[in-house]
Structures are given as C-alpha cells and as structure tokens.
C-alpha cells in the first residue's frame, strides 16, 4: 500500500489562507450538507486531560481527527491543543493523507465563528474584544480582520504580560488599515466598558464560569463563545442567553456539549425551541437580531475538519 503523504502545519496555512477557510465552511452549508449527519464525537478522560477522536464523511471523503486536551501543556510550553488528522481515500477508505490536526483545528475554528460574525455582526465593526490569549485568540482576530475593518481590538487574560503580548501581535495582522490593540487583565476595571463600545465579542478561554456580566453586551452586538465543548463549563452566563438571539452548529450536538447553553436551559433562561442553527443563519432563515445581542455558541463539529482538510489534501 502507498505511504500517506504527510502535510505539515506551514503548508496547512499555505494551502488555505484564513478567509478561504471561512467561505469553504460557508459553502458546505450553503450547499446543504446537514451538520446533524456527523457521527458523535468520542471523548476520553485521559490522566488530567481529554482524547478526542472525530470521525465525518460528506459523500466525497471520509477523514478523522484524533485530537488530545492537556490543561497543563502551556506550563510546559507545549499546545493545550494537539492533533493529527487522517484523510482517507473516498473508495478504498485507504488513509490517503496525513495533516498536522493541531494546525486544521486552529484555522478551522476561526472560519466557522467568522462565517456567524458575518451573518450576525453589524456591517460597521469599529471595536472588539477577545477574551483569552492563546492560538485561538490570534486566529479569531485573523479571521475578524479579513471580513471587517475593525480598528481597534482588546485582548483580556488572566495574564497581564500574556494578555499584552497577543495584542502585540494582533496588532501586527493589519495591514490594510489602522488598528490599535491593548491587552487587559481579566480584573481591569476597562474591560467592562470594553464590552459595552464592542461590535464583536470573542470568548476563548478554559474558563468553567462567565468571564463577562450579563448586562454588558450591547443590543445587536455579536458574541461568539468558543471555549468549552463540555455540558457543565461555559464561558456566557444565563441571563445573556436567555436576552439573546442563539445560535448553535447543531441543536443536537449542542445538547450533548454546549454548556453555555445547557445551563441557561436548565436554569429556565432559555427555550431550546427558540435555538437556531448556523445553517439557518446561512441559508437566510434567520436573520441578525439589532434589538438583542447575538450569541453564537461554538463546540466545533468533524465536518469541519474534513472540510479543511479535504482541500488541503486537493492542494
């Protein structure tokens, strides 16, 4: 049997660029691929962390990513977030290519949350703030700055320097306009009236509770909650859900994993009836709400990956 070729993180990036990777995610579901068909993912509790293995297939290629969770990594500077990703054959379901899973996560994420910015952020986005100064914090912004010219991004951690050193580098992805960036504390007294002025709302922490109050986010403001994928974490609080438009990848996947908005149903804040799914948004049965804020909440599904990885594979 044939080696699979291997396709390391740089030539990821090379093949599809930020912007690329949101409208190939748009497509999929613009094109009616129906995220309810992926099969559940398997997690594992391993020693303090997780193994994830995610299998999809779109009727053109089958592929699967086997993805580890480490809290404890960025201590030992190494990813919290590791991954490979096997790209097999469509017929022989032979493993026909092998990519860096680590560098399909980080841009396949970003390209699903930008595809909901697009659809439920005002035209005019002036500031933003992302809460977490990791990989998916810089991806986020990347893929902000490529559908909106925002001029002015603040970065909240619980880390001052760490909180600093992403908006320095945020700072660094404009290149077409101005941006000014500043990195905040998660204790600051400026990240409130940060989130009051923002169009655009990132949470990309490991946090178990709500980072921000839930009377800070503006009317037709976009929130985009990608942190957690577990029932009992959540990074928005109750009663910002239960004032917002809601919008998930799949309701029942967000049953299984959407802690967010879990336990603003639990806590009677919410109506699963009034949940919608991203391919409404996409699809134009659902449009962005301007007297509530929006709030789409993010597990990350297989068939993203695949999606990524299948043109990756092409390339």
């Known amino acids: 049997m044939e080696q699979p070729r291997w396709v390391d993180a740089a030539a990821v990036r090379r093949s599809v660029s930020p912007d ?4 190939l995610i748009r497509r999929e ?5 129906d995220p309810a068909s992926d099969p559940h993912r398997l997690v ?24 580890s969770v480490a809290p404890g990594n960025p201590a030992r500077g190494l990813d919290r977030i590791q991954a490979v990703y096997v790209l097999l054959d469509a017929d022989t379901l032979s493993p026909s290519v092998l990519v860096d899973g680590t560098a399909v996560t980080a841009l396949r994420t970003p390209a699903v949350s930008a595809v909901a910015v697009d659809a439920l952020a005002p035209a005019e986005v002036t500031s933003a703030v992302v809460f977490g100064s990791g990989p998916q914090a810089l991806g986020h ?8 010219h925002t001029s002015s991004v603040t ?10 050193a992403m908006a320095q580098r945020i700072s660094g992805l404009a290149s077409t306009h101005p941006l000014t960036t500043r990195g905040l504390t998660v204790d600051d007294p400026q990240v409130e009236a940060a989130v009051r002025e923002a169009q655009v709302v990132v949470t990309a922490t490991s ?3 709500p980072v921000l109050d839930d009377d800070w986010v503006a009317d037709g403001a976009c929130v985009v909650a990608i942190g957690s994928h577990e029932p009992h974490r959540r990074e928005l609080g109750s009663a910002l859900l239960g004032r917002s438009l809601v919008v998930v990848e799949d309701v029942g996947t967000a049953h299984r994993e959407a802690g967010d908005v879990i336990l603003a149903a639990a806590q ?12 409404d948004v996409v699809l134009g049965r659902v449009e962005r709400a301007t007297d509530r804020p929006n709030v789409f909440k993010s597990v990350g599904m297989a068939w993203q990956d695949l999606v990524i990885a299948q043109h990756v594979g092409r390339a």
Do not use: C, H, Y
Not at 55 to 65: E, F, L, M, Y
Not at 141 to 148: G, K, M, N, P, S
Not at 155 to 164: D, F, K, W
Not at 268 to 279: F, I, K, P, S
């Open 141 to 148: 912004a990347e893929a902000l700055l490529a559908i909106r």
């Open 155 to 164: 970065v909240v951690g619980r880390r001052g320097e760490a909180a600093r």
């Open 207 to 209: 946090a178990a509770t």
């Open 20 to 23: 690329r990777a949101r409208r």
């Open 44 to 67: 594992a509790p391993v020693g303090d962390g997780q193994l994830l293995v995610m299998p999809s297939t779109n009727g053109r290629s089958a592929g699967v990513k086997v993805l």
């Open 268 to 279: 009677g804040a919410l109506d699963w009836a009034d949940v919608r799914t991203l391919q």
């Open 29 to 33: 579901l613009a094109d009616g691929f």
